[in-house]
T-cell receptor, first 115, second 115 residues
Framework: NAGVTQTPKFRILKIGQSMTLQCTQDMNHNYMYWYRQDPGMGLKLIYYSVGAGITDKGEVPNGYNVSRSTTEDFPLRLELAAPSQTSVYFC??????????????FGDGTRLSIL | DQQVKQNSPSLSVQEGRISILNCDYTNSMFDYFLWYKKYPAEGPTFLISISSIKDKNEDGRFTVFLNKSAKHLSLHIVPSQPGDSAVYFCAASAPNTGTASKLTFGTGTRLQVTL
């Protein structure tokens, strides 16, 4: 049982390049999330999805796009990379929405540097 | 606007002693509070949660206390073990209203348990 798998683990991009961060989960969770964590800060929600075909913006969605074509996969797309997007990105999933005894399960993160 | 605050960036405790990690919040709509533990190069893992209708929840060596009037919660680890050395994040969720389907994280407290 792999849980939440993120690829790649590390990536360096040049300003203006685009890339897709992959996230897949094998727990049949409905909810999936993308967070970013900047140094010395807490995790901030970028986008989330409550099920296949349904996505919504979080706190910091600008510069990102997502899609949810299957229950398992929730890729995050950066179209025009900017230095401000240098961060560690975490994908998470849960049975239901956040809170209570429905904890989110996190992947190990993607460390992204934009130079 | 930091709705969940962890004012101590770091804490050092001797093995066998009690570790107390603190968290303050400002949003009275939060109804669940969670603690996550994070090791370097890994994603956060769920530790323990508490509903706003309770004032204490215990799971083995971990106990979370909630003081609603003070908008304060704390995580107690007794006895502390070297393997507890990690960054601990406090998080809170509000009832799902519109785009409120998210956790709000604090900035984390780095706990070091020394021998």
């Amino acid at each position: 049982n792999a849980g939440v798998t993120q690829t790649p683990k590390f990536r360096i991009l040049k300003i203006g390049q685009s890339m897709t961060l992959q996230c897949t989960q094998d727990m049949n969770h409905n909810y999936m999330y993308w967070y970013r964590q900047d140094p010395g800060m807490g995790l901030k929600l970028i986008y989330y999805s409550v099920g296949a075909g349904i996505t919504d913006k979080g706190e910091v969605p600008n510069g990102y796009n997502v899609s949810r074509s299957t229950t398992e996969d929730f890729p995050l797309r950066l179209e025009l990379a900017a230095p401000s997007q240098t961060s560690v990105y975490f994908c998470a999933s849960s049975w239901l929405g956040p809170g209570g005894n429905q904890p989110q399960h996190f992947g190990d993160g993607t460390r992204l540097s934009i130079l | 606007d930091q709705q969940v605050k962890q004012n101590s960036p770091s804490l050092s405790v001797q093995e066998g002693r009690i570790s107390i990690l603190n968290c303050d919040y400002t949003n009275s709509m939060f109804d669940y509070f969670l603690w996550y533990k994070k090791y370097p190069a890994e994603g956060p893992t769920f530790l323990i949660s508490i509903s706003s209708i309770k004032d204490k929840n215990e799971d083995g060596r971990f106990t979370v206390f909630l003081n609603k009037s003070a908008k304060h919660l704390s995580l107690h680890i007794v006895p502390s073990q070297p393997g507890d050395s990690a960054v601990y994040f406090c998080a809170a969720s509000a009832p799902n209203t519109g785009t409120a389907s998210k956790l709000t994280f604090g900035t984390g407290t780095r706990l070091q348990v020394t021998l």
